[in-house]
């Protein structure tokens, strides 16, 4: 069982930036992979950024490449996700993500709310 607990959410004004924290449960935590996924008011779900287990492969969606930087600490069982240049279309419920199975995020956060004023 993975306990996953975000923090770092919060209101920041367009162009400002945050970094969101996820610390995880585990003895094995090096092995995950992890992402970051992100629901707005009324829309699906969908996928921000993830990253290998050793930390040194990531992928990011096309809407925030350039922008946000995910990382891994596996000394300290923590992901992070370092926002910049932030939109109001960046506005969501962030949720961090465990793989513990290939080809699944089958452990979830409670999520935390960025709110990007314009």
């Known amino acids: 069982q993975v306990q996953l607990v975000e923090s770092g959410g919060g209101l920041v004004q367009a162009g400002g930036s945050l970094r969101l924290s996820c610390a995880a449960s585990g003895r094995t935590f090096r092995t995950y992979v992890m992402g970051w996924f992100r629901q707005a008011p009324g829309k699906e779900r969908e996928f921000v950024a993830r990253?290998?287990?050793?930390?040194?492969?990531?992928t990011y969606a096309d809407s925030v490449k350039g922008r946000f930087t995910i990382s891994k600490d596996n000394a300290k069982s923590t992901v992070y996700l370092q926002m910049n240049s932030l939109k109001p279309e960046d506005t969501a419920v962030y949720y961090c993500?465990?793989?513990?199975?290939?080809?699944?995020?089958?452990?979830w956060g409670q999520g935390t709310q960025v709110t990007v004023s314009s």
């Open positions: 993500a465990a793989s513990t199975t290939p080809a699944k995020f089958n452990y």
């Open positions: 990253i290998s287990g050793s930390g040194g492969s990531t």
